[in-house]
């Protein structure tokens, strides 16, 4: 079994930024796959960035790349997520999601393929 706890959001401006945090309880083992997905009212849920292990291998969906940040810190056993440059567009409740597979890349962006949530963080960008 894997609890998922998020942490980290709130109320910040445009071209603020923001981290996240994802505290994992439970077993951790040598093949995973870990993400971050957002969902904004009246919208489906979307994936934002994953990493695969063993490996590390990291995705970012087009909108995100070159400012959002995906990382993992072993020793607090937590998932992070760096957000630079936020938009008004990014204003959404943020997940943390986990299987115990690691995905390959056509898998990464299906949010079915995720066994494990977290209750959300909501971020909101505006001024």
């Known amino acids: 079994q894997v609890e998922l706890v998020e942490s980290g959001g709130g109320w910040v401006q445009p071209g603020d930024s923001l981290r996240l945090s994802c505290a994992v309880s439970?077993?951790?083992?040598?093949?995973?796959?870990m993400g971050w997905f957002r969902q904004a009212p009246g919208k489906d849920r979307e994936v934002v960035t994953a990493i695969r292990y063993p490996g590390a291998t990291t995705y970012y969906r087009d909108s995100v790349k070159g400012r959002f940040t995906i990382s993992r810190d072993s020793a607090k056993n937590t998932l992070l997520l760096q957000m630079n440059s936020l938009q008004p567009e990014g204003t959404a409740v943020y997940y943390c999601?986990?299987?115990?597979?690691?995905?390959?890349?056509?898998?990464?962006?299906?949010?079915?393929?995720?066994?494990?949530w977290g209750q959300g963080t909501q971020v909101t960008v505006s001024s």
């Open positions: 999601g986990a299987t115990l597979r690691r995905l390959i890349t056509s898998q990464v962006r299906d949010v079915t393929d995720y066994n494990y």
């Open positions: 439970g077993r951790t083992p040598s093949t995973y796959t």
